[in-house]
């Protein structure tokens, strides 16, 4: 099986669980023992307890100091989401670690993981636009709308799984090769904040 339909099984998998629930506070599921396909789980759920975690912020009567604490933990998500993207290039980084670029090898614009990431977040994107176009408190048209989006998300699935394959096979192949940049956000670091080293 390709890496991307394996990570879109994965990524479904974790979807639909988190919705048995459907509780940004149930604790996460487990189904995978290491390796790449634990990481993919891990992180679509991440990804889809934020995706919640989203829609509650944004109730507009919702209590100031539970928006503030629910932003903290947004925050909080960002950083676990983005150290499982990294573990993710990082995993691929090994994998090829003894491939020889081509000499007229190039880079992608992006890493093999964040394209991952996007594809995570297709698939919660997918399940949120067929629950609408299925919803029967809303009207025809809306449910039309929802079903010609949900087309289009899946037309944009199959296209991202076949550039990650494609991607992939290039590496492999030396024709592209991959770097891991660690994500550098300042404004998580109380020693490149200025709203927090200056008030130390």
């Not at 995993?91 to 394209?115: C, H, K, M, Q």
Request: hydrophobic residues 40%; negative net charge.
């Amino acid at each position: 099986m390709d890496f991307a339909s394996n990570a879109n099984k994965i990524f479904d998998q974790a979807v639909a669980d988190y919705h048995k629930t459907d509780s940004i506070d149930a604790p996460a599921l487990r189904p995978y023992c290491g390796g790449v396909d634990a990481i993919l789980y891990a992180k679509c759920w991440i990804d889809a307890a934020q995706w919640h975690m989203e829609d509650i912020i944004r109730v507009p009567d919702l209590d100031p100091a539970e928006a503030i604490k629910l932003k903290r933990r947004i925050d909080r998500s960002n950083q676990d989401r983005t150290d499982m993207v990294e573990d993710i290039d990082t995993y691929f980084r090994d994998l090829y670690r003894d491939v020889e670029p081509l000499p007229d090898a190039g880079i992608n614009t992006e890493s093999p993981a964040w394209a991952i990431d996007r594809l995570s977040i297709l698939s919660l994107k997918i399940w949120h636009m067929r629950e609408q176009a299925d919803r029967t408190d809303a009207g025809e048209e809306h449910r039309a709308t929802a079903r010609g989006k949900l087309a289009v998300l899946l037309e944009q699935r199959q296209d991202l799984s076949e550039a990650i394959d494609r991607l992939l096979d290039d590496i492999a192949a030396g024709r592209k090769y991959m770097k891991v940049y660690r994500q550098m956000k300042l404004y998580n670091d109380p020693a490149t904040n200025p709203e927090l080293y200056k008030r130390r």
